[in-house]
């Protein structure tokens, strides 16, 4: 079993990338750079410069920590699979040869790189190495290290929220991860702007070149927001590999212009030591254009080759000037110089890391060019992906490594050179307890009255945000930002009064041509997106996360046209995971929306809103009522409340304020506000028909459609029908109040309740119709949590322009279709 403390290893148990490695303890101690003996043979052979850092000892200390980690994070992986049992037959998996190609990116990064304020994001499938990492230094418990993908233990990608040891960024779901620092450092900007410089921070992101296919990371890197981030750093694992294939053709130079264009510095990190000895050789100018010019699916198809066979499938085809530079390399010793990359030369690495810290001006981008399974039997198999070693292949590396089964979980032995660098920089990434900062005063509400007039919800909320402002330790911490949609959903009142952020001072010629006025400074509070909501939603997330990131809470607040919710949904829904707290407004929505069109109306985002954890969705109706909402989530951010994100669906259909008024008078304002925030409250009481005998009805709905429930609700009391009117403001609280109600109750084997806030919103036994612009399927389950008959009327199918009443029609929102509706429940 692992051990729960930093036990010992035999000194100089280092070196494993050659299993069958007669002496892989000298090899180490020779202080070779790339750990396979085999490599350091072709070294010799070739009669190359193996003096390979100006500092041996502290090169072959970085060789034999990487060699550990190496071993460490492969048998992680091994364990889990091979001793184990799960007993539900479902394989464990993981990723051996994509954690081995990081290794020694990783390994100077921690061991020598990074300082204590510096924030990482690890590639997914690198999560056994950052593990493996965490525990030489100090900061995972030994017990865990045979969990990875159990219960309870390591998760199978490196998470914010779940795993024991500390990590930066969430990752998981490719591109998003190595987004997450580039928005995390334009985070930090803002807040060095507005409340002091922090600590340097480098924001730091390992990720796969497959990575790079992801449309998101285009997106992000060309976004003027994230432009002049000097502080961020991506490292490219450039193995030439993803799940299924060899990634095709060359493709370095081709992204090496997209990242200038982009405004990025780029370091390539293409050849080792070795290679790059004979380079530099009579005839060396044509091996390496050789290589350069070699396509990948060829290049690879280079491992798992030998001897003469390896030599006549390089050669073929090759000018007549390559063959002679190689022929003092014997033939067992070619192919770890050929395979003789920079992403595995510490040396090379360290020095890439350094350029890109000279570069300030600008992110910086490294393509480390690696092998897929580096010092395992797997390196370079097209197929490796997610291959395991077998148990004798473990059983070798384990011997290679110099260690035992009663010491393979050993940390490194503080007596050596290796142990001691190991100590040091866990003394200097200890990180200090985070800081308390005490809850941000947002008040209970921003308006006291109604408006006099019909108003809609989109156009309350841009007031409403304005109107917080008027608290000055509330507007401080107050930080809008949108995809180009600011003035279309209603941020331009707070814009005007609280600039645009940026770097530093920007002339605006426009200011005199419109009633805008967006100045552009450091002391901006919006911060303005290009057209990209996945964008919004990683830069959201990010400001989010400035409380732990930065050492700063913010309130962060954005807007974006509520069916476009679905083309940033991976990023929504990473933030959330990630333990981000932000709210996001989604106006206007639905149908209502009616002369846009079906590509502008939403239809499913009430059941995103419903259904995603972490989130609180409403849809109030009426603008007291988001008033008091709007507070409350900002309030429970303000106070760190875990898992208090917010969902606002508003619309951009005005509304009679009288209904609420006289809701408000019947009920008081201290109890509906807190009927409000519950979830729903009775908009109408069908008083005159209580006690009479008449059959009895409920009427529930959102947002924009009450009116025509109201209509409704009147054309039922004229036929004898008593119809009650719920407002649901939130069926998040109202799902949640009674599936916690539930499960309480089966987990406890204890009789079924109704939850209170139901049995006040639904009293009796009456069926139920539910009415949203929305799909039918959010507000269907009511029926079943009252126990009563319910018809569900929604917007199940794509709209089309035309005018609201037209698209009510279509989709049985008008009083008529809804009184129907109620007659059919009755019926039931």
Same mark, same amino acid.
């Given at each position: 079993?692992?051990?729960?403390?930093?036990?010992?290893?035999?000194?100089?148990?280092?070196?494993?990338?050659?299993?069958?490695?007669?002496?892989?303890?000298?090899?180490?101690?020779?202080?070779?750079?790339?750990?396979?003996?085999?490599?350091?043979?072709?070294?010799?052979?070739?009669?190359?410069?193996?003096?390979?850092?100006?500092?041996?000892?502290?090169?072959?200390?970085?060789?034999?920590?990487?060699?550990?980690?190496?071993?460490?994070?492969?048998?992680?992986?091994?364990?889990?699979?091979?001793?184990?049992?799960?007993?539900?037959?479902?394989?464990?998996?993981?990723?051996?040869?994509?954690?081995?190609?990081?290794?020694?990116?990783?390994?100077?990064?921690?061991?020598?790189?990074?300082?204590?304020?510096?924030?990482?994001?690890?590639?997914?499938?690198?999560?056994?190495?950052?593990?493996?990492?965490?525990?030489?230094?100090?900061?995972?418990?030994?017990?865990?290290?045979?969990?990875?993908?159990?219960?309870?233990?390591?998760?199978?990608?490196?998470?914010?929220?779940?795993?024991? $040891?500390?990590?930066?960024?969430?990752?998981?779901?490719?591109?998003?991860?190595?987004?997450?620092?580039?928005?995390?450092?334009?985070?930090?900007?803002?807040?060095?702007?507005?409340?002091?410089?922090?600590?340097?921070?480098?924001?730091?992101?390992?990720?796969?070149?497959?990575?790079?296919?992801?449309?998101?990371?285009?997106?992000?890197?060309?976004?003027?927001?994230?432009?002049?981030?000097?502080?961020?750093?991506?490292?490219?694992?450039?193995?030439?590999?993803?799940?299924?294939?060899?990634?095709?053709?060359?493709?370095?130079?081709?992204?090496?212009?997209?990242?200038?264009?982009?405004?990025?510095?780029?370091?390539?990190?293409?050849?080792?030591?070795?290679?790059?000895?004979?380079?530099?050789?009579?005839?060396?100018?044509?091996?390496?254009?050789?290589?350069?010019?070699?396509?990948?699916?060829?290049?690879?198809?280079?491992?798992?080759?030998?001897?003469?066979?390896?030599?006549?499938?390089?050669?073929?085809?090759?000018?007549?000037?390559?063959?002679?530079?190689?022929?003092?390399?014997?033939?067992?010793?070619?192919?770890?110089?050929?395979?003789?990359?920079?992403?595995?030369?510490?040396?090379?690495?360290?020095?890439?890391?350094?350029?890109?810290?000279?570069?300030?001006?600008?992110?910086?981008?490294?393509?480390?060019?690696?092998?897929?399974?580096?010092?395992?039997?797997?390196?370079?198999?097209?197929?490796?992906?997610?291959?395991?070693?077998?148990?004798?292949?473990?059983?070798?590396?384990?011997?290679?490594?110099?260690?035992?089964?009663?010491?393979?979980?050993?940390?490194?032995?503080?007596?050596?050179?290796?142990?001691?660098?190991?100590?040091?920089?866990?003394?200097?990434?200890?990180?200090?307890?985070?800081?308390?900062?005490?809850?941000?005063?947002?008040?209970?509400?921003?308006?006291?009255?109604?408006?006099?007039?019909?108003?809609?919800?989109?156009?309350?909320?841009?007031?409403?945000?304005?109107?917080?402002?008027?608290?000055?330790?509330?507007?401080?911490?107050?930080?809008?930002?949108?995809? $180009?949609?600011?003035?279309?959903?209603?941020?331009?009142?707070?814009?005007?009064?609280?600039?645009?952020?940026?770097?530093?001072?920007?002339?605006?010629?426009?200011?005199?041509?419109?009633?805008?006025?967006?100045?552009?400074?450091?002391?901006?509070?919006?911060?303005?997106?290009?057209?990209?909501?996945?964008?919004?939603?990683?830069?959201?997330?990010?400001?989010?996360?400035?409380?732990?990131?930065?050492?700063?809470?913010?309130?962060?607040?954005?807007?974006?046209?509520?069916?476009?919710?679905?083309?940033?949904?991976?990023?929504?829904?990473?933030?959330?995971?990630?333990?981000?707290?932000?709210?996001?407004?989604?106006?206007?929505?639905?149908?209502?929306?009616?002369?846009?069109?079906?590509?502008?109306?939403?239809?499913?985002?009430?059941?995103?809103?419903?259904?995603?954890?972490?989130?609180?969705?409403?849809?109030?109706?009426?603008?007291?009522?988001?008033?008091?909402?709007?507070?409350?989530?900002?309030?429970?951010?303000?106070?760190?409340?875990?898992?208090?994100?917010?969902?606002?669906?508003?619309?951009?259909?005005?509304?009679?304020?009288?209904?609420?008024?006289?809701?408000?008078?019947?009920?008081?304002?201290?109890?509906?506000?807190?009927?409000?925030?519950?979830?729903?409250?009775?908009?109408?009481?069908?008083?005159?028909?209580?006690?009479?005998?008449?059959?009895?009805?409920?009427?529930?709905?959102?947002?924009?459609?009450?009116?025509?429930?109201?209509?409704?609700?009147?054309?039922?009391?004229?036929?004898?029908?008593?119809?009650?009117?719920?407002?649901?403001?939130?069926?998040?609280?109202?799902?949640?109040?009674?599936?916690?109600?539930?499960?309480?109750?089966?987990?406890?084997?204890?009789?079924?309740?109704?939850?209170?806030?139901?049995?006040?919103?639904?009293?009796?036994?009456?069926?139920?119709?539910?009415?949203?612009?929305?799909?039918?399927?959010?507000?269907?389950?009511?029926?079943?949590?009252?126990?009563?008959?319910?018809?569900?009327?929604?917007?199940?199918?794509?709209?089309?322009?035309?005018?609201?009443?037209?698209?009510?029609?279509?989709?049985?929102?008008?009083?008529?279709?809804?009184?129907?509706?109620?007659?059919?429940?009755?019926?039931?």
């Amino acid at each position: 079993m692992p051990p729960t403390a930093p036990n010992t290893a035999p000194t100089g148990a280092s070196n494993a990338a050659d299993p069958n490695a007669a002496d892989p303890n000298a090899a180490a101690n020779a202080a070779v750079a790339n750990v396979a003996a085999a490599n350091a043979a072709a070294v010799t052979a070739a009669g190359l410069n193996q003096d390979l850092a100006a500092d041996p000892a502290e090169l072959a200390a970085l060789t034999e920590i990487q060699q550990r980690v190496l071993w460490l994070a492969t048998r992680i992986v091994d364990a889990a699979n091979h001793d184990r049992a799960t007993g539900d037959g479902v394989k464990v998996g993981g990723h051996q040869a994509s954690s081995a190609s990081l290794v020694t990116a990783m390994t100077a990064l921690y061991f020598s790189y990074l300082g204590p304020d510096d924030k990482v994001s690890v590639k997914p499938h690198a999560s056994p190495v950052f593990h493996a990492i965490q525990y030489l230094l100090g900061e995972l418990d030994g017990s865990y290290l045979t969990k990875l993908r159990a219960f309870g233990g390591l998760q199978s990608y490196p998470s914010r929220t779940k795993d024991p $040891d500390r990590v930066d960024f969430s990752t998981g779901s490719v591109g998003l991860g190595p987004a997450a620092p580039l928005f995390a450092a334009a985070a930090r900007r803002y807040v060095d702007a507005h409340f002091g410089a922090r600590a340097r921070s480098r924001f730091v992101a390992l990720l796969g070149d497959a990575e790079l296919d992801e449309g998101n990371v285009w997106e992000a890197i060309a976004d003027p927001a994230c432009a002049g981030l000097g502080e961020v750093m991506w490292i490219v694992d450039f193995n030439r590999q993803s799940l299924d294939r060899v990634v095709p053709g060359i493709r370095e130079g081709q992204l090496r212009l997209q990242f200038e264009a982009a405004g990025w510095h780029v370091v390539e990190v293409k050849y080792g030591r070795r290679l790059q000895a004979v380079f530099d050789r009579p005839g060396g100018t044509a091996l390496k254009a050789w290589i350069d010019a070699m396509p990948n699916e060829r290049y690879q198809s280079l491992f798992g080759l030998t001897g003469a066979e390896l030599r006549a499938r390089f050669l073929d085809g090759a000018p007549a000037d390559v063959a002679p530079v190689l022929s003092v390399v014997p033939d067992d010793d070619l192919g770890a110089l050929l395979t003789d990359l920079g992403g595995h030369d510490l040396t090379a690495m360290l020095d890439a890391y350094a350029e890109c810290d000279a570069v300030t001006d600008r992110p910086s981008v490294v393509f480390a060019y690696t092998v897929k399974g580096w010092g395992l039997p797997i390196a370079g198999n097209p197929r490796n992906h997610s291959a395991l070693l077998s148990t004798e292949q473990i059983a070798q590396l384990r011997t290679a490594q110099g260690l035992t089964e009663a010491t393979e979980w050993d940390r490194l032995s503080p007596d050596t050179a290796a142990g001691r660098l190991v100590s040091a920089r866990a003394a200097l990434l200890k990180r200090p307890q985070p800081t308390a900062h005490p809850p941000i005063p947002v008040p209970t509400q921003v308006e006291t009255r109604s408006p006099a007039k019909p108003t809609s919800t989109q156009e309350a909320f841009g007031r409403l945000v304005s109107g917080l402002a008027r608290t000055p330790e509330v507007a401080r911490h107050l930080v809008t930002t949108a995809p $180009d949609v600011a003035t279309s959903t209603n941020l331009a009142g707070f814009i005007n009064k609280f600039g645009v952020f940026a770097p530093a001072e920007v002339q605006n010629y426009t200011a005199a041509d419109s009633p805008v006025r967006w100045t552009e400074s450091p002391a901006g509070q919006h911060i303005e997106l290009g057209i990209s909501e996945m964008n919004l939603f990683l830069l959201l997330g990010q400001l989010g996360l400035a409380w732990d990131l930065s050492d700063q809470p913010l309130l962060p607040i954005g807007t974006v046209y509520d069916p476009f919710v679905c083309r940033g949904l991976d990023a929504f829904i990473y933030g959330t995971y990630s333990g981000a707290r932000f709210l996001i407004a989604g106006t206007p929505s639905g149908v209502t929306l009616a002369p846009e069109g079906g590509a502008h109306q939403s239809t499913i985002t009430a059941s995103i809103g419903l259904e995603l954890p972490n989130v609180v969705f409403s849809e109030p109706a009426y603008t007291r009522a988001l008033d008091w909402v709007l507070c409350d989530a900002l309030a429970r951010m303000g106070r760190g409340e875990a898992g208090s994100s917010a969902y606002l669906r508003l619309t951009t259909r005005p509304l009679d304020q009288a209904p609420f008024e006289a809701a408000l008078a019947r009920v008081g304002e201290e109890r509906l506000r807190e009927q409000v925030l519950a979830g729903g409250y009775r908009l109408h009481v069908a008083s005159e028909l209580e006690n009479t005998g008449a059959p009895v009805v409920h009427l529930a709905a959102s947002g924009a459609v009450l009116p025509e429930v109201l209509a409704a609700a009147a054309e039922l009391a004229s036929e004898g029908v008593a119809a009650h009117v719920v407002d649901v403001t939130s069926l998040d609280r109202l799902y949640t109040g009674w599936r916690s109600s539930l499960q309480q109750d089966y987990r406890s084997a204890s009789g079924p309740r109704r939850p209170s806030v139901l049995k006040e919103l639904f009293p009796g036994r009456a069926p139920i119709v539910t009415v949203h612009d929305a799909a039918s399927h959010a507000m269907a389950w009511l029926g079943s949590a009252v126990g009563v008959p319910a018809v569900p009327l929604g917007v199940d199918s794509f709209g089309q322009s035309g005018a609201v009443a037209d698209l009510y029609a279509q989709h049985d929102l008008v009083p008529g279709a809804i009184v129907n509706a109620a007659l059919a429940a009755l019926a039931l």
